[in-house]
């Protein structure tokens, strides 16, 4: 059976990024098709780690990101559920002078954009975050920042969008797109046939086929960062953990449970699925205890990973096709697409109306990557921090 | 040089399976979590008492002695760890941990053996202490030698409700009644497995006779069960055509049959198809237990649920056909009586099937306030929240939604009651709702678990 649908707007990839924008077109009275090849929000959008954190990203991400700071909170409003969002805070912690001297530079450098970093020595983060064990010399905190449950956030934006109208295709792979008269013509499974005066290349880690058959290879390699998840215990962590550097991050939910990440998984044999490798997991095991003394005697309840598209610069691919018009990228967000997705939404929502948008996005443009040759690469494993952590060399 | 198998579970299939391996000249590692050899069935107890085998496995008492002896007797030609859980599989490692560290062990050839675990659909008052599930409540009598209440009330559905009731009764234990959810007319279908294996219906008809004649009241067709009590468990309430009863007891013992633990065959890679007889999604695999992933079998219960008998027979076939892969010499006439026999029982269990059904219809009612997954406690009202609102219809996207499934047992406990509300809730058939995903570790395991030098060396 062969079915037909005529949309202005479809969206290619149902993770954070493809709903979020699918229920602010719907806003803005356009019909969209939100096609997902799996089920929406169950990639990256929906196993991340939760980090709800503007603290650390590149200077150029933090207009974007402070878009998107101004949606967490009404989330209720906007998609019926809080998403468990808490604006705990985010502390980063240095681990000797040099980390906390980073951390200094950074906070410099930030100043005009609103973030209200706090630098803490030895002895306020002693009073204060008594919690944390030795090892630790000062950190920078971000009050304004938090967490939430993914899990609920990016299934909660898909299931808003389908409430508002967008026409919500899950199981259904696009396989094609070509560029048909004014528009696009569309090839999805069980022979759907969409035609669309817009497309929107939010597909996650696979989006760079789609921009290369648009004649724009993008060099997007795939990263698999590790998780692992306690049994519920009493509360102590009050905010988001971060580590100058990387290694690892911890957040405490709201039942108790500690969610901490680090390390890197590897690919399945499908690559498109991964787990954590046993050691890796022991290792942010581990780690997690000797930082937080009160975990000492807890167990690990369960380990996962999750497919992120990651770019060579850290920075995601945003904005209009260099060689397409109607073509629009929102992709290889580097392990740090959760907090600002829901601004990227409203972003490219404009992009479709206006053709342009205030929130400055040219550090985005695909087109930093024209005259490269590069290919998608299906990916090893091998990339950056999963949080994209501030470090001196990578700023530009 | 080939490497060495690994065995994950000393029942009766993985010690027939380390047997016809070690007689085959290879040296293969045992692990299970267990101290003692045995598996569930022939489970041994912890501090040797005046108990003697036939008081602990009854009928079973020759079998269980002959397996444990069985295994003793392989000392030396392989490599046991007990109390060894393995937590994880990745690329042809497993991550065990034992003696409070996690070992990796490079193997080639894995045969799992795992067995299975008590399946039971959640009714109001499930989770208050006094209520154990039969295998729980067989433990306690078989290794600790105790008993899991003053009057006791068993209530569920397959053999092992009679079995257990039986067994309480002849040690000593005041069994108020046994509460069968199957209509009495199921049983019938028990003559049809008379000239299949006579001794085993006559011995359960023995077994129902004998606590009748031990004034244990027996009742059929028992549904909309409410346990009952403040902070233990105190009765028990039930309708039985159309009639309402109640019952003082201070413990339970709940069954609805077994399910297989497949975990360590997800992590493997192994692909599942599902299986109407269990209604449940279970690893493919043939007649000799070989995998969908080369170098994996599957066998005894652990595979779909066939009994003590048929593991013994699966575990030995497994090991075969391992042998047979590995191009080693292997005992063909041997491998085919094995599978006429084990397909002989398989007709067996459809007949038990039918005389013991699982009560799946229980899911459609459940109310909205009985708790449905105990280790997250999550209700069935908030499940069916949760389906309606963000309108999933499969299971790992429940999970991930309602947090059913998702904290310690990973879905174990609640998992096929999950699958059932959601089937019924979309309207779909069980079998289209999917199956949970298995992620490491199986089991809790400790944040400080230190990894061995063995492990460093291995990378
Ligand atoms: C384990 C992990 C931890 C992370 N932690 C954090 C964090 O703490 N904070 C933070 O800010 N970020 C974090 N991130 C990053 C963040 O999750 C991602 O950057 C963000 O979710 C990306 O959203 P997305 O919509 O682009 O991608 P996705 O959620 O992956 O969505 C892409 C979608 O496209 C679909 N798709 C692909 N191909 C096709 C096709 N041909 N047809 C139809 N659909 C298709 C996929 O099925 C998928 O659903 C983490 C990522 C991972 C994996
Ligand atoms: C609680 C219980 C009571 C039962 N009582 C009876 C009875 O009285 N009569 C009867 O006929 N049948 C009974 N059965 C059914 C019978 O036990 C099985 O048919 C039979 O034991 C199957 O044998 P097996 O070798 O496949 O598995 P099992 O005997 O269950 O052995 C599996 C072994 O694997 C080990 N294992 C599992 N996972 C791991 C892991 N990740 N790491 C390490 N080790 C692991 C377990 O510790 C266990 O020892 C019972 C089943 C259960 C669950």
Redesign the interface.
Known sequence: MSRRLDVDVAIIGGGLVGSSAALALRGLGFSVALLDKG?C??QAS?VNYGGVRRQGRPVEQLPLSQRAHAVWPRLKALI??DGEFLRSGHLKLARNEADMASLEVYAAEVAEQGLDLELIGHNGLRERFGWIGDGVVGASFCAGDGHANP??VS??FA?AA?RAGVEVLENTPVEGVTRDGEGFALEAAGNLTLRARFVINSAGAWAGPFAESFGEPVPLSRIYPSMVV??PIEQMMSVNIGMEGGGIYARQVE?GNIVVGGERA?P??DPDFS?????G???I??N??ALFPA??????????SGTEGAMPDKNPVIGPSGTTPGLIHAFGFTGAGFQIAPGVGEVLAELVRDGQTQTPIAAFSIGRFAGISARTDAGSGAGQNQEPQHSGELRP | MKGQPLIVGAGPAGIRAAQALVAAGLRPLVVDEAPACGGQIYRQRLIPDGRSSRDLYGSEASKAEALHRDFAALDGRLDYWPQALLWNLRDGRADIMVEGTSRQVAYDGLVLATGATDRTLPVPGWTLPGVFTLGGAQIALKSQGCAIGSRIVFLGSGPLLYLVAWQYMKAGAKVAAVLDTAPFSAKFNLLRGLPLFPGIVLRGMRMTAELKLGGVALHYGVGDVRIEGASTVAAIAWRQDGLEHRLACDGIGYGLALRSETQAADLAGCRFAFNTRDRAALPERDAAGRTSVPGVYITGDGAGIAGADAAERAGERAALALLQDRGLPHDAARAATLEAELARIGRFRAVLEAAFPFPAHWMKDIADTTTLCRCEEVNAGEVRAAIANFGVHELNRLKAVSRVGMGRCQGRVCGAAAAELLAHETNRGIEAVGRLRSQAPLKPVPLTLALTAQQEAAE
Not at chain 1, 275 to 279: F, H, I, L, N, T
Request: glycine letters at 12%.
């Open positions: 089920f929000g169950a929906g019926g559920i899990r609920l299934t909660g299931a389908r306690t049994e039942r590897l399945l044999a787990r954590p490798r046993g050691d997991a022991l290792a095991m581990n997690a205890a975990l000492r005697h807890a167990q690990a309840i369960r380990f996962w």
